[in-house]
């Protein structure tokens, strides 16, 4: 084998070998009394978030397959936390990264790719990046990551402290070890489906329930079947939700659907910030609302349990967008609304 590629291999394992596990906290909620809900913080990888453990599989399971050679350009396609993190293992085993993203992804997000060594290939919206990607790859002679169509297979599934085994594992000693829900949104769908895979391969009781922000096809695609499902727009919460079905969203492994209004992700990451003192990202805001209705569901037909759901990233790479109130009434809308219910039910 090429010594290169083994080298590789050993400096990307080497570093997951050095990293702890992410913390999973219980979050205290006023009005629920029978349902407890926690947060697995995945923002505190190296590179700040979930897409950390991604980036990592997918750098092995293209070295494994020969894609990566010394000298090699790797393109992704990635609205801004996935490359941040591609970036890092590019540069930790000496490859160029190029990302492609759209002209409106945070800043702060665009500073972190360049800071760990990356390039930006800018484009003018999300549907465009796959196709500029596979151009640039083919230009350039290098090899186009695609998070979306291998995030599901380059993650092991069964195990190997993937997010799945790593969450079952830390709820052991809580009053219900075994929870009845776990709340995931969708990017690539890589996630949700190593979620839905280990809790089936494990034969535990627990519900997937993935969330969806407004102009993502998955929710039309997993009511209906149709996985040609393409829209001219695209989601506006950065990170999850697509413009078309991706190969790694698996609507099988999937128990439930939720719709999540944008305003309400924005409102619920507000509102978390001041219960924690912590700032994160829009898509937490997504899979705690999500999070806090399937949990007042569950009071409300006298089941206790707990709800598992993912703080996904560090809301400080969106200060100038999400948490920038201007940018929010002019890009997502009034969130008074949502704002006013949380309060008042929760605080």
């Known amino acids: 084998m090429d010594n290169w590629i083994v080298e590789s291999i050993r400096k990307i394992n080497a570093d ?16 629920l009394n029978c349902v407890d809900i926690y947060l697995k913080d995945e923002s505190t990888h190296p590179t700040g978030s979930l897409k950390h453990r991604l980036a990592r599989s997918l750098f092995l399971y293209a070295l494994v397959n020969g894609k990566i050679r010394e000298g090699t350009r790797v393109i992704e396609a990635s609205s801004g936390s996935t490359a941040v993190s591609e970036a890092y293992f590019a540069r930790m085993i000496g490859v160029p990264f190029t990302a492609v993203l759209p002209k409106s992804t945070a800043k702060s ?9 990356g390039e930006i290939h800018f484009v003018g ?6 196709p500029a990607s596979v151009t640039l790859a083919e230009k350039v002679g290098g ?29 052991e000693q809580e009053p219900h ?3 009845s829900v776990i709340v995931m949104s969708a990017g690539t769908g890589g996630t949700s489906a190593t979620l839905g895979r280990y809790i089936r391969y494990k034969g ?31 989601s506006r919460i950065e990170g999850i939700g697509r413009p078309r079905v991706e190969k790694s969203f698996l609507p099988d492994v999937i128990d439930r659907m939720i719709q999540v209004p944008d305003a309400a992700s924005i409102a619920t ?6 219960q924690i003192r912590r700032r994160a990202g829009p898509s937490t805001g997504t899979n705690l609302w999500g999070a806090l209705q399937v949990a007042h569901e569950m009071e409300a037909t006298g ?45």
């Open 16 to 31: 997951a070998h050095r990293s702890a596990d992410t913390h999973l906290f219980k979050l205290p909620v006023h009005g």
């Open 177 to 179: 070890p075994i929870p």
């Open 125 to 130: 919206s999300a549907p465009e990046m796959h």
């Open 303 to 347: 089941r206790s349990g707990s709800v598992v759901t993912v703080l996904c990233d560090d809301g400080n790479r969106y200060l100038d967008t999400f948490y920038n109130p201007e940018w929010v009434m002019e890009h997502i809308g009034d969130t008074a609304s949502y704002t006013a219910n949380l309060e008042k039910h929760l605080s």
């Open 109 to 117: 997000k665009i500073d972190l790719i360049r800071f760990q060594g």
């Open 204 to 234: 535990h009781d627990t519900e997937l329930v993935v969330v969806d922000p407004e102009n993502s096809v998955f929710l039309e695609s997993y009511q209906t079947g149709n996985r040609g499902l393409i829209r001219s727009c695209s």
């Open 269 to 274: 990451m507000l509102w978390l910030e001041k």
């Open 143 to 171: 090899y186009f990551m695609d998070q979306f169509a291998f995030a599901e297979r380059a993650t092991d599934w069964r195990g190997n402290n993937n997010i799945a085994e790593s969450l079952f594992q830390q709820m």
